[in-house]
């Protein structure tokens, strides 16, 4: 396959790879449906791209998106794949570009991020087929002074990113780390794309903490400006599917309680309550988290005892036995989450969906 004329190095343009992402999550879910990622790819689509066995349409996929580093051009047979993919020839001019793909020089490559081999020493191990909500993501930094981080992208359509950070998570050990990671809205709520949702999870190694009050979603443009910032060392990206529960239809029976009424698994759904809303529990203080539904900003969180109050700041009056009153600032959708005692990286919360009004 002949180079451009005058062109030194040549990578697969941004278009074509989407293309042929889009293309081969098309193929995977035609022949294995939502599992697809983690499945087999066809023996045709490995021998072109070069594979000398079988591979997962994951590590297809995954393979496409690294391509395009500065310093490097990208292989002939990835040419050759995403051409079979958009059925084209491989010398094809929209396929090529002169440009590595993810539009950044080599030298401010060079001053913001190291690339080998310290992505090869940034171990993570994130789940590719999830049917709750909530998933954890392991990994191991490159050197201990580096900081991880995790945000998570629902293919929703609205091309936001979701920090995944809160007070102890990402919780560390030495160079050892774990993250409790969320989807940005389970079982599609306020979504615009209902389940199977799929989503891009992406971890950092970073020179610098990720910055406590940056807890809202935000655009890719926005998270770029961040992660200069703090300076990338090294990142990994993922893909994880969250499948539908209602396709196993799942319940349990016994021979005893739920002989007669079985228990059902019910998918989390969004609820409508008028302010003020109280919430109790039994027991002592407990941590208390709420976040603005649509842009997933922080509003509060800490430590309060039963029986606390939400009051909406001008429309609701604070009822006169309150013990503890939460003020927000308007009526609206709002994420709530419960923990026993304080905020705990490995225990379950509680957690809510609420049209407040």
């Known amino acids: 396959m002949e180079q451009p004329t005058g062109a030194k190095w040549r990578w697969l343009s941004a278009a074509a790879?989407?293309?042929?992402?889009?293309?081969?999550?098309?193929?995977?879910?035609?022949?294995?449906?939502?599992?697809?990622?983690?499945?087999?790819?066809?023996?045709?689509?490995?021998r072109i791209a070069g594979r000398p066995r079988e591979v997962q349409y994951g590590a297809l996929i995954g393979w496409i998106k690294r391509l395009g580093r500065a310093g490097r051009s990208d292989p002939s047979c990835a040419f050759e794949l995403v051409a079979h993919l958009?059925?084209?020839?491989?010398?094809?001019?929209?396929?090529?570009?002169?440009?590595?793909?993810?539009?950044?020089?080599?030298?401010?490559?060079?001053?913001?991020?190291?690339?080998?081999?310290?992505?090869?020493?940034?171990?993570?191990?994130?789940?590719?087929?999830?049917?709750?909500?909530?998933?954890?993501?392991?990994?191991?930094?490159?050197?201990?002074?580096?900081?991880?981080?995790?945000?998570?992208?629902?293919?929703?359509?609205?091309?936001?990113?979701?920090?995944?950070?809160?007070?102890?998570?990402?919780?560390?050990?030495?160079?050892?780390?774990?993250?409790?990671?969320?989807?940005g809205n389970p079982g599609g709520i306020w979504h615009a794309k209902k389940l199977p949702l799929d989503a891009k999870?992406?971890?950092?190694?970073?020179?610098?903490?990720?910055?406590?009050d940056w807890t809202e979603r935000m655009g890719e443009s926005e998270l770029g400006q961040r992660l200069q910032e703090l300076r990338v060392v090294a990142e990994k990206d993922f893909f994880v599917t969250r499948a539908s529960t209602q396709l196993l239809e799942p319940t349990l029976r016994d021979h005893g309680r739920f002989e007669d009424s079985p228990l059902v698994f019910n998918e989390p759904r969004a609820e409508s309550c008028r302010a003020p809303v109280t919430l109790g529990w039994n027991g002592g203080a407990a941590y208390i988290e709420i976040r603005e539904g649509s842009g997933d900003r922080l509003v509060h969180a800490g430590t309060a005892a039963s029986g606390a109050t939400l009051v909406v700041r001008g429309v609701t009056s604070t009822p006169p036995d309150a013990a503890t009153v939460l003020e927000l600032d308007k009526p609206g959708q709002y994420r709530l989450r419960l923990y026993p005692t304080v905020w705990s990286f490995v225990d379950p919360p509680y957690e809510w969906w609420l049209d407040i009004t």
């Open 17 to 46: 790879k989407s293309r042929a992402i889009e293309e081969l999550k098309r193929r995977g879910r035609e022949a294995w449906g939502a599992t697809y990622y983690s499945q087999m790819a066809s023996p045709e689509l490995c």
């Open 86 to 183: 958009l059925g084209v020839p491989p010398s094809d001019q929209e396929l090529i570009t002169n440009v590595p793909s993810s539009g950044v020089s080599m030298e401010r490559r060079a001053s913001t991020r190291r690339i080998d081999p310290f992505d090869e020493a940034f171990a993570v191990n994130c789940p590719r087929l999830v049917h709750d909500h909530r998933f954890v993501v392991l990994g191991e930094l490159p050197w201990e002074h580096l900081h991880p981080a995790v945000v998570l992208q629902p293919q929703d359509g609205s091309g936001f990113w979701y920090p995944q950070a809160a007070r102890h998570n990402p919780l560390r050990a030495g160079r050892a780390f774990c993250c409790f990671v969320r989807f």
């Open 201 to 212: 999870v992406r971890a950092f190694a970073l020179d610098s903490e990720w910055k406590p």
